[in-house]
């Protein structure tokens, strides 16, 4: 049986090369059915305590966090704005750890995580992504495998990553994830 998986980029620009990568990452999977999620299909007010106290949690939020639940695993592509995560995916998590569930601030419900990140940057290695593999599993996130590509516009040509050695290091990762799905 096939497993369920869903996959995003943390951005909201139309030509997000993170919602590129995701899907990208998605499509190398065997034995699954993914949904591509697209945060801006999931607008959202910016958080405050006082519109929650006011208005609740929004749909948008909680449907966002059904698709986490209903699913197997989880792909992100962390798009890096100064150093950190995008506004966008901030404010969504912002209102997903308002949620209330059995374990407070389990946003990830402990899915399987394939943890990507890349950037027109040719730096080895991205801040963000560090930040979330030592934050995401203090709410939920079971990050069984990472990856960052530098320099995207150079090492991703249609639609594969062009590179030999990123390929190689990518597909170690990949393996990585599709065993624990294929085993869980």
Known sequence: MPKNI????????KQSI???FAQFAASELENVETVILDLNN?????????????????????RFSEFIKNSDGVIISLAEHNGLHTS??????????????EKPMNIWDNKAMFLLSTSPSKRPSS???RVSKELFPHFGANIVADFHL???NHFFKDGEISEPEQKELFNQEKIKFQTYLNNN
């Open 6 to 13: 869903i996959a995003f980029g943390a951005s909201n620009s």
């Open 18 to 20: 993170n919602q590129q």
């Open 42 to 62: 999931f607008e959202l007010p910016l958080y405050s305590i006082d519109l929650e106290k006011e208005s609740g949690i929004p749909s948008n939020a909680t």
């Open 88 to 101: 966008v995916f901030k404010n969504l998590w912002d209102w997903l750890s308002r949620i209330p569930s």
């Open 127 to 129: 801040n963000v992504r």
């Open 150 to 152: 530098p320099s995207f």
